[in-house]
């Protein structure tokens, strides 16, 4: 599976984005998907979580609130829709999938990862 990931961009603090992850080919609808993000200096940290048919969702809870995960299926499309933004959700975001497994906050479960697509958010 690829994915390629889009709609990072500057916004101000308090702004919104929304984030796609299109996949490649046909076996998407049995991917668990989820959103990564790594700032500069830090290590890459668990962001959102969907399940396969949308009805499993987790997020941290540093975004909890803020940021809502979806995806649809007919288009082979994951969605992140970034609210009220802070500085500190600035990063690298990294959509990644893997096949038949449960909605996951460990990065080494997935197995199919995006080239990551900029976020960030001024004060």
């Known amino acids: 599976v690829q994915l390629q990931a889009s709609g990072g961009g500057l916004v101000q603090a308090g702004g919104s984005l929304r984030l796609s992850c299109a996949a490649s080919d046909g076996t998407f609808s049995t991917n668990t998907m989820s959103w990564f993000r790594q700032a500069p200096g830090k290590d890459r940290e668990f962001v959102s979580a969907i399940g396969r048919s949308g009805g499993t969702i987790r997020y941290s809870d540093s975004v909890k609130g803020r940021f809502t995960i979806s995806r649809d299926n007919t288009k082979s499309t994951m969605y992140l829709q970034m609210n009220s933004l802070k500085p500190e959700d600035t990063a690298l975001y990294y959509c990644?999938?893997?096949?038949?497994?449960?909605?996951?906050?460990?990065?080494?479960?997935?197995?199919?990862w995006g080239q990551g697509t900029q976020v960030t958010v001024s004060s």
């Open positions: 990644a999938a893997g096949s038949w497994i449960p909605t996951s906050q460990d990065a080494s479960q997935y197995s199919f």
